[in-house]
């Protein structure tokens, strides 16, 4: 990809893309999606999202929520204070 590539204008006519009703889409060259499909698929999360799926019991995270907005960053200070206090355990 050269810088030009970057910096051209899209030619494409997006008024008239959206302006489109969904029956007046042609879906025939789209191959339809099957169960091997998804038994196959992996779920890949950018790193930077990771941070977003920890599992918390709806009654914790509204604890923490009523914390104030920084709420995650307690939840970080919280975790990392528990870690830092039993790593020496699981060091031995």
Same mark, same amino acid.
């Given at each position: +990809?050269?810088?030009?590539?970057? &910096?051209?204008?899209? #030619?494409?006519?997006? !008024?008239? =893309? /959206?302006?489109?009703?969904?029956?007046?889409?042609? $879906?025939?060259?789209? %191959?339809?999606?099957?169960? /091997? @499909? @998804? /038994? #196959?698929?992996? =779920? #890949?999360? %950018? !790193?930077?999202? !990771?941070?977003?799926?920890?599992?918390?019991? %709806?009654?914790?995270?509204?604890? @923490?929520?009523? *914390?104030?907005? *920084? $709420?995650?960053?307690?939840?970080?200070?919280?975790?990392?204070? $528990? +870690? /830092?206090? &039993?790593?020496?355990?699981?060091? !031995?």
């Amino acid at each position: +990809m050269s810088r030009n590539d970057l &910096n051209s204008t899209s #030619r494409t006519n997006w !008024a008239a =893309l /959206e302006s489109r009703s969904e029956e007046n889409i042609d $879906y025939s060259d789209i %191959p339809p999606l099957t169960d /091997e @499909f @998804f /038994e #196959r698929a992996t =779920l #890949r999360i %950018p !790193a930077d999202q !990771a941070h977003n799926l920890v599992q918390l019991d %709806p009654d914790v995270k509204q604890w @923490f929520q009523a *914390q104030g907005e *920084q $709420y995650k960053t307690l939840i970080n200070k919280v975790l990392r204070q $528990y +870690m /830092e206090s &039993n790593q020496t355990q699981h060091q !031995a």
